[in-house]
């Protein structure tokens, strides 16, 4: 007997696909490379909760739960699977009725054996297009500071080099700095001790 390896899933079964070790029927299939990096770059996804009300208005609880983990699920893995069984596992709703499943299903666009709501996808489009912008002007606002440090670095190099050479040339003898004056309070003569 081998154990499922999907992480959540607690059943013996030597059934189901093969993705470095047996994986039950019922357990959601592993994300492909490509869906796995997407994944990993935004952690997080947009919850626009005018649009979500809007989106939700006609569903239970139960359906709005289903709903939320299958948007979540599809954030994490780049899609949700379009097994009726897979997504009420993903959900915590097995079995899931079909008035439920009908209610959340529409949500969604099938591509063969899963499915995307294009609505978040579009988000993921959002993030991304504002991901490499920020990369792209991090990038040229680093390429101008090392432009303006290798600019002065060149200026104060000219500037010590003329300054050797005017101090070189220098017969005048300068005076110390003389302190500053003390602001306020008595004033000591000169054989008076501070303190």
Known sequence: ??????????????????WGGSVCSRS?????????????????????????????????????????????????????PAMREQCARIAGAHPMQDEDWDAVRVKFAVEGDRMRNLRLEECRGVCKSRSDNAKRAAAASWEKRAHSDRNATAMQSQSDGNAS???????????????????????????????
């Not at 007997?1 to 093969?18: A, D, K, L, P």
């Not at 070189?168 to 303190?195: E, M, N, V, Y």
Request: proline share 10%.
């Open 28 to 80: 959601p299939p592993h994300p492909g490379r490509f869906e796995a990096l997407m994944a990993t770059n935004y952690p997080w996804f947009p919850f626009y909760a005018a649009d979500w009300t809007l989106s939700v208005v006609g569903m239970n609880a139960t359906q709005r739960g289903i709903y939320i983990s299958l948007l979540a699920y599809q954030w994490a893995n780049g899609y949700a």
């Open 1 to 18: 007997m081998v154990y499922c390896r999907q992480s959540g899933c607690n059943c013996s079964t030597i059934q189901g696909r093969r």
């Open 165 to 195: 050479q005017s101090h070189s040339h220098s017969h005048i003898s300068q005076s110390p700095p003389t302190p500053p004056s003390r602001k306020g309070g008595r004033r000591r003569g000169a054989d008076s001790l501070p303190f």
